[in-house]
């Protein structure tokens, strides 16, 4: 019987280095709301998504190829865009066959962390696609970091728990010697049933709630598997692969 890969839990970007990513499949979580909006834009049609880590970048690369620029900075859509972070927004009608150039303040970042360590493979997770993740992972036999963007390298509950889910339906497939991981499966496994009514126990919650009343954003982002694409990473851009 051949062994299992290892599988681990990246709380913060400031940690991805300790976990050597160039042999690994680099899931990256922003679940509020980063890669909730890839999925939700690839799962309505949009071409590609080009994630960028700038507005500056975001604004130049799609003038020069007709795109939507979007994106946000500290929860609301940042100055000099027109479009957000919201996967509400991104309806069949608007963004069927359309490119999407989004830059946000944790996802993106974090994604242009792990190509610049060389990751093998790179997919962005979140529940509204997570058994597509999940399968993914499960037939890859590969290393795995479930990465978390967290809030500016800080720690957030969001992101864990997805890592939680994954863990919960396919841990059995690899050897996991992780608290990190741990932790968050017991989080997912407490809480699986009334994610919507967990998540007012998160400080992003509170954020974007309070703040911006975007309620309904995140009892999307909590949805499990109402996007059910892979968003995959090649050439600079992520690319749907329907399962």
């Known amino acids: 019987m051949s062994q299992k890969p290892p599988l681990f839990t990246v ?107 060389s990751a093998q493979v790179i997919i962005s997770g979140s529940f509204p696609n997570l058994a597509a993740v999940c399968d993914f992972l499960a ?15 800080r720690v957030n509950l969001e992101d864990a728990l997805f890592a939680g889910a994954v863990i919960h339906y396919i841990g059995k497939y690899f050897t996991i010697h992780c608290d990190s991981s741990l932790m968050a499966k017991v989080m997912y496994e407490k809480n699986k049933n009334d994610l919507l009514g967990f998540a007012p126990q998160m400080t992003h919650y509170h954020r974007l709630v309070e703040r911006f009343g975007l309620i309904e954003d995140i009892r999307y982002c909590l949805s499990e598997n109402v996007a059910p694409v892979l968003p995959v990473y090649r050439e600079g851009r992520l690319v749907a692969e329907r399962i």
Not at 33 to 62: M, N, Q
Not at 85 to 113: A, C, W
Not at 142 to 150: E, H, P
Request: hydrophobic letters at 40%; a neutral charge; glycine letters at 8%.
């Open 139 to 153: 037939s890859g036999q590969k290393k795995v970091l479930l990465s978390c963007a967290g809030w500016k390298d």
């Open 11 to 117: 709380l913060s970007p400031a940690l991805l280095h300790l976990y050597e990513p160039k042999d690994s499949i680099v899931v990256i979580i922003d679940v509020f709301r980063a890669t909730s909006t890839i999925a939700a834009a690839l799962y309505h049609g949009a071409k590609y998504v080009i994630p960028v880590d700038s507005v500056s970048k975001a604004i130049e690369i799609s003038r020069k190829i007709s795109g939507i620029a979007a994106g946000e900075r500290d929860g609301k859509i940042a100055e000099g865009l027109h479009h957000g972070n919201s996967p509400l927004e991104y309806s069949s009608d608007f963004i069927k066959d359309k490119i999407l150039v989004l830059t946000t303040t944790n996802g993106t970042r974090l994604l242009q962390m792990a190509v610049d360590q």
